[in-house]
């Protein structure tokens, strides 16, 4: 029987390259067996390789043209296999001693960099998993910014600049602990200290500063620019957010009843979670878009696909719904055990990522259907997708190491199948 599976698989991979040979006149008279042919090799590519009767080695006779579509196919129909937790940082023997608090990713996607309760910053390689650097602080570190050519560490009152390379180049005493820190194109500092009362912005080469009261009346939780370096958004556990025109700072709305705040792909559009809606704003004129209802509690999380297409949002009472944006329909319900902490789509737009106490699962976002689930051994409190849309990067609460998740329509269609050997 296996002789027979694998010379029909050779027989359907001899018509697909004939007609991949064809001159394209021909091939588009042949346009419809050419598709259902090649709809048939890829099926049964895919079902010979899950069941090992069909090995990586046979993939180098499929045409290159196959080999995406051949891939596309397997994410979709196999994604068990196709996500892979790996786990490059963790494994090697420089972790740190204490818990990580804080990690930023550099724009170019090349390291990836960590500060923890150790009084250390490390700078990791993304690709191998070695640590490249550890910078040595005397307190605790509490956030970490990266440019291309700069990175900051903060600390109780100073902050600490350093190449990428880890060689120190000054320190800036500030006059409190700084618990944010961004950097923008030009690379200017943009802080919020411990009284959260005012946004500092400093120029890395002058002592001169800017600073602007928040007027938030409690800590400031999340702090964002927009690409452009037009806008400044915060969002404090006052469940107030503002919107701020940067860089001279000027309050251009107040938005309450805000419990959670992400930005669209293109940064022209603020999402909130409200007590029982979910409300899309246009950032330039600051006019509502679109509103969702449909939840029955404060929403908690919120996460929009890059192109739009796709919005997730979460609620007090563990439920996850997924929206299709054009029609403002609820397409599925996800009922979970805990709180979602965090929430993520992928690129491709096939998968959504939550995490639940110590839980990461995977979800396909057409279906509502889990995939896979990881358990962590603490709390899962930091999740980042890197900004090539390859990669995840995520750490729990007292976890000395970090993990790196590379999302499937990244990889190779060998690496994915390099699993099922």
Not at 169 to 178: A, E, G, H, V
Not at 292 to 300: A, D, F, I, M, P
Request: with cysteine.
């Amino acid at each position: 029987m296996n002789k027979i599976k694998k010379i029909f698989f050779y027989q359907v991979l001899l018509l697909i390259n004939s007609i991949f040979s064809m001159s394209q006149e021909a091939r588009v008279e042949k346009n419809k067996v050419n598709y259902n042919l090649t709809e048939l090799c890829i099926e049964r590519c895919c079902q010979l390789l899950v069941e090992k009767k069909l090995s990586i080695q046979d993939l180098k006779k499929i045409p290159e043209d196959l080999k995406d579509p051949i891939k596309d196919y397997f994410i979709i129909n196999y994604p068990e296999i196709a996500w892979s937790f790996e786990d490059n940082i963790s494994t090697s023997q420089d972790a740190h001693q204490e818990g990580i608090i804080t990690y930023a990713i550099s724009p170019d996607n090349k390291i990836v960099v960590t500060g923890a309760f150790d009084n250390t910053v490390k700078i990791w390689d993304i690709e191998t998993g070695k640590c490249l650097k550890t910078l040595k602080h005397n307190s605790m570190i509490t956030d970490i910014a990266i440019s291309n050519n700069i990175i900051i560490s903060t600390t109780n009152n100073c902050l600490y600049l350093w190449s990428t390379k880890g060689a120190f180049i000054k320190s800036i005493k500030t006059n409190q602990n700084t618990y944010f820190i961004l950097l923008d194109a030009n690379n200017m500092i943009i802080t919020i200290g411990n009284d959260n009362k005012k946004i500092n912005i400093l120029e890395i080469d002058s002592p001169h500063q800017l600073s602007k009261e928040t007027d938030h009346q409690k800590l400031i939780k999340s702090l964002k620019l927009t690409s452009d370096n037009k806008y400044l958004i915060t969002h404090s556990f006052d469940n107030t957010t503002k919107i701020w025109s940067y860089p001279n700072i000027s309050c251009l709305r107040t938005i309450s009843n805000s419990y959670s705040t992400t930005l669209s792909n293109n940064n022209q559009i603020l999402i909130i979670g409200h007590d029982q809606d979910v409300v899309l704003y246009n950032i330039s004129d600051n006019n509502i878009m679109q509103t969702l209802s449909g939840h029955n509690n404060k929403v908690t999380s919120v996460a929009i696909s890059s192109n739009n297409k796709f919005l997730v949002s979460s609620d007090k009472d563990n439920i996850t719904k997924i929206w299709n944006l054009k029609s403002e329909i609820c397409l599925f319900s996800i009922v979970q055990n805990n709180e979602v902490k965090h929430l993520m789509i992928t690129p491709d737009e096939k998968f959504l990522i939550t995490s639940t106490g110590n839980l990461l699962k995977i979800w396909d976002i057409n279906t509502g259907k889990l995939i896979k689930e990881h358990q962590s051994k603490y709390h899962i409190n930091l999740l980042k997708i890197s900004s090539n849309n390859k990669f995840i990067i995520t750490s729990s609460l007292g976890e000395t190491k970090i993990k790196i998740i590379y999302i499937p329509s990244s990889k190779t269609l060998s690496e994915i199948l390099s699993k099922i050997s």
